[in-house]
């Protein structure tokens, strides 16, 4: 059997198991709200939400997987980019590991975006990027949070002033069984958008790989449904360490604050997976859950978590790079004909 190929073969499987990463990872922008007003045990939180995940491949087009394939300028007439691609992998799963055992709720996204767009500048310099598509990916880092951060915040003021006259038990009940909606469209925008992201590798692979022209735009079957499967799998797995941060150490949130969170992170969620942009699904959570707390008051958002999560954030993109450049290096030592 032909070597690349199974190079290949071995490197959609990695792309498929970051995939489960990424679910068990941001398993917790999912499912943090909702575990931590109690309207759901974490089990069932985790079963709502891989469902979910996984029914998202029939509702968003794949305009996110078309961007993240074209980060990278691949020469198919040269078959080490698919180094670059496995590499790139190599580096966002590392670095996914890492904060998710430092219970840092990062972007899986932008480790992935790093790691191929590191991997593939270690090959063949900073021309090899479609800047367009990075300086959009990179706008959007504090976009995502921002717009979740407005909706969140606006819904949450629009929910006070029409259920001012409600007494909060009645209130409290209403949005238990709201938060049931609002957790399952968030779960669905995560799945939209993130399963997409390695739908996008696994394409740039067969491309770099000679198995798919660089113009074409369709994407097989194969590669949606089982990227939406592992991405289900991952999600069901759990996420517990971020959860915790999530939902419970930024601010205290109650049912209708939940509500408004997951609403307005779903809402961001949509409209950027449906423009084709990547976008991360932990920003666009945590800038919600911020929004609604602000509501309150600012001092019940406790600052201190919020900066570590921001500073992991800014280190994502480039630490991932430099993982990923790391591991391209160690192959051209290992690999012979590199």
């Known amino acids: 059997m032909d ?18 990463v990424n679910g068990f990872h941001d398993a917790a922008n999912s499912i943090a709200t909702v575990v931590s007003t109690r309207v759901l045990s974490p089990r069932w939180a985790v079963l709502w939400a891989a469902f979910f995940n996984f029914v998202a491949m029939f509702v968003f087009p794949a305009a996110v997987a078309n961007t993240i394939s074209k980060i990278v300028e691949i020469d198919p007439n040269d078959s080490i980019f698919v180094y670059v691609v496995l590499s790139g992998l190599l580096g966002a799963i590392v670095w996914d590991l890492l904060t998710w055992w430092w219970a840092l709720p990062t972007s899986s996204s932008h480790a992935l975006i790093g790691g191929f767009g590191g991997a593939g500048v270690a090959y063949a310099g900073w021309d090899v990027l ?22 969140g915040f606006a819904m949450m003021l629009a929910v006070c002033w029409i259920f001012r006259r409600w007494r909060p038990a009645a209130v409290d009940r209403l949005f238990r069984r709201g938060q049931l909606v609002s957790a399952s469209l968030y779960s669905l925008g995560h799945g939209g958008n993130d399963a997409q992201k390695t739908m996008g590798i696994i394409v740039a692979l067969l491309v770099a790989s000679g198995h798919r022209p660089p113009d074409a735009t369709d994407i097989p079957w194969w590669i949606i449904l089982s990227c939406h499967m592992a991405m289900a799998v991952g999600t069901a797995m759990g996420g517990w360490r971020i959860v915790k941060t999530m939902g419970m150490k930024i601010t205290k949130l109650r049912p209708v604050g939940g509500f408004c969170a997951e609403t307005g992170g779903a809402l961001t969620l949509f409209g950027s997976t449906l423009a084709g942009i990547p976008v991360s699904t932990t920003h666009t959570i945590t800038g919600s859950i911020i929004g609604v707390g602000a509501t309150w008051k600012l001092s019940g958002i406790k600052w201190g978590v919020a900066g570590r ?20 290096y160690a192959i051209q030592i290992m690999h012979p004909g590199f």
């Open 3 to 20: 070597p690349l190929w199974l190079v290949v073969v071995g490197t959609v499987v990695i792309a498929l198991l970051f995939d489960v």
């Open 130 to 151: 479609h800047w367009d598509k990075v300086i959009t990916t990179m706008q959007f880092i504090p976009l995502a949070p921002l717009i979740g951060m407005a909706i």
């Open 309 to 328: 999560i921001l500073w992991a954030w800014v280190l994502t993109i480039p630490a991932s790079a430099v993982v990923a450049a790391a591991c391209l």
